[in-house]
């Protein structure tokens, strides 16, 4: 499993970015290029729930591609920003 941040400037992606000071690869936690996501994470509380993700992807086999998004409501309150992120998007508009 790979990441693939729809906020690359998010918290999210800047805790994940940060397991780099630990030793972890970039590349073997972060999907350069997409062109399809297979699963989409909402992240409803933060880290370390992102952190989290980042040491999965990590150790996982890196073939699928999941998209994180860390909205800016908390908990229960992310269900409403389903609706923003499972819009139809064209091709490019995942990376």
């Known amino acids: 499993m790979r990441l693939h941040f729809l906020d690359p400037k998010s918290g999210a992606a800047i805790n994940v970015t ?3 000071r630990l030793g972890y690869e970039a590349k073997r936690i972060v999907a350069q290029t997409v062109r399809s996501l297979d699963a989409l ?9 992102d952190i989290v ?6 150790y996982l086999d890196g073939h ?7 909205p800016d409501k908390t908990g ?7 609706k923003r992120y499972l819009q139809p998007r064209s091709k490019n508009s995942w990376s």
Do not use: C, W
Request: aromatic content about 4%; hydrophobic content about 45%.
């Open 64 to 70: 699928k591609v999941v998209g994180l998004v860390k």
């Open 41 to 49: 994470v909402v992240i409803g509380n933060g880290t370390p729930d």
């Open 53 to 58: 993700l980042g040491v999965l992807s990590y």
């Open 18 to 20: 940060k397991l780099t």
């Open 76 to 82: 229960p309150a992310v269900l409403d920003e389903l």
